[in-house]
Nanobody, 124 residues
Framework: QVQLVESGGGSVQAGGSLRLSCAASGRTFRGYSLGWFRQAPGKEREFVAAIAWSGGSTYYADSVKGRFTISRDNAKNTVYLQMNSLKPEDTAVYYC?????????????????WGQGTQVTVSS
């Protein structure tokens, strides 16, 4: 079973950048698709970005396209989320998630392994 641990969250002013990391332990990432989701207070957890096992396919929510970049280093069992041009509405707890296989990347219920989350706060 894969365990996921996020890091890199923090507080930043609008327009700033943060890089989130999610490290897997327990077994290899091989064959897993990886996603980032976020949950703001009082809101549903929503899809942010996802990347297929090969790293060749990436997917983004419209709200973050052009500002966020997801990448993975399979040798290090780590996935990253580079967040640029941050806005106050990006404030949320960000979760890393993993699932075996391919497809339905923005579907939260299809992910069966989750990290504990890391807080991102963007001030105006």
């Amino acid at each position: 079973q894969v365990q996921l641990v996020e890091s890199g969250g923090g507080s930043v002013q609008a327009g700033g950048s943060l890089r989130l990391s999610c490290a897997a332990s327990g077994r290899t990432f091989r064959g897993y698709s990886l996603g980032w989701f976020r949950q703001a207070p009082g809101k549903e957890r929503e899809f942010v970005a996802a990347i297929a096992w090969s790293g060749g396919s990436t997917y983004y929510a419209d709200s973050v396209k052009g500002r966020f970049t997801i990448s993975r280093d399979n040798a290090k069992n780590t996935v990253y989320l580079q967040m640029n041009s941050l806005k106050p509405e990006d404030t949320a707890v960000y979760y890393c998630a993993a699932k075996m296989g391919y497809g339905a990347f923005n579907s939260r219920p299809t992910y069966d392994i989750w990290g504990q989350g890391t807080q991102v706060t963007v001030s105006s």
